[in-house]
């Protein structure tokens, strides 16, 4: 005689019951249980132990006239379209948080290229005037007539004064440098945010029926967009 025999109904139903109410057995292993044999799967189907999952997986629910198991398979395919529901949500607002950074990249990348394309005309007209300069001491020493007749030529053409436009370009440059600095580090940063964000959209995809709620910081900036749209469109 098997062991499952030996034990009468009454201990078979407290074990059951023990496993729901510690939280350690579910409806799958409910269901399980009740293919291993004609008296288990009797004893799995007893409103009681339905009853039991009912309450601890929905606990704020009303009871109703139906079988506990299928008002529990009711509340379960409700449960799952709502959280398919929120997942399609939480999917949708971690594409919108893509899309941001993908946009502020690219608007960082933007004030890169206009910051180097200043450094580099700001280097430019530096060397040139360096050239300029040069030339303005060489004219004061003897040199081949076609040699300081150059000079000459490059220094009557500089139409500004030399040392006040270097420390001006110096101070340029050393600004440009910076910015640039400050763009590289707010490229790395929205960089990872938006590696995070890819990363946490992948992750929704892979498990849509995980319980996807808003945090209370994500709520507050919902309400805030929303207020700002409401603005606008009274505007």
């Not at 009468?8 to 407290?14: I, S």
């Not at 291993?36 to 009871?63: A, G, K, M, Y």
């Not at 960082?108 to 206009?114: A, F, P, Y």
């Not at 946490?200 to 805030?224: A, F, I, V």
């Amino acid at each position: 005689m098997s062991w499952k025999n030996e034990l009468p109904d009454e201990l078979w139903r407290k074990i059951l019951e023990i496993g729901i109410k510690a939280s350690n057995f579910t409806f799958k292993d409910l269901c399980c249980v009740s293919i291993c044999s004609r008296r288990l799967h009797r004893l799995s189907n007893e409103d009681l132990l339905w009853s039991h999952l009912i309450s601890v997986d929905f606990p704020n629910q009303t009871s109703s006239s139906s079988s506990a198991k299928s008002l529990y398979k009711i509340r379960f395919e409700r449960e799952k379209e709502r959280k398919l529901w929120a997942h399609k949500r939480a999917v949708l607002r971690k594409e919108s948080q893509v899309s941001e950074h993908l946009r502020k990249l690219r608007e960082i990348e933007v004030r890169l290229r206009e910051e180097r394309n200043k450094l580099n005309s700001a280097l430019l007209e530096l060397s040139n005037l360096h050239k300029v300069s040069q030339a303005s001491v060489a004219l004061n020493v003897w040199q081949p007539e076609v040699v300081r007749g150059r000079q000459k030529q490059m220094v009557e053409q500089c139409v500004v004064p030399v040392e006040s436009r270097v420390h001006a370009l110096d101070m340029e440059v050393k600004l440009c440098n910076q910015q640039l600095q400050v763009f590289d580090k707010a490229y790395r940063d929205e960089k990872r945010r938006l590696d995070t964000a890819k990363e946490g959209l992948k992750s929704m995809k892979y498990h849509p029926l995980r319980d996807y709620t808003l945090s209370s910081t994500e709520n507050q900036e919902n309400r805030k967009k929303r207020k700002t749209l409401k603005n606008m469109h009274q505007l």
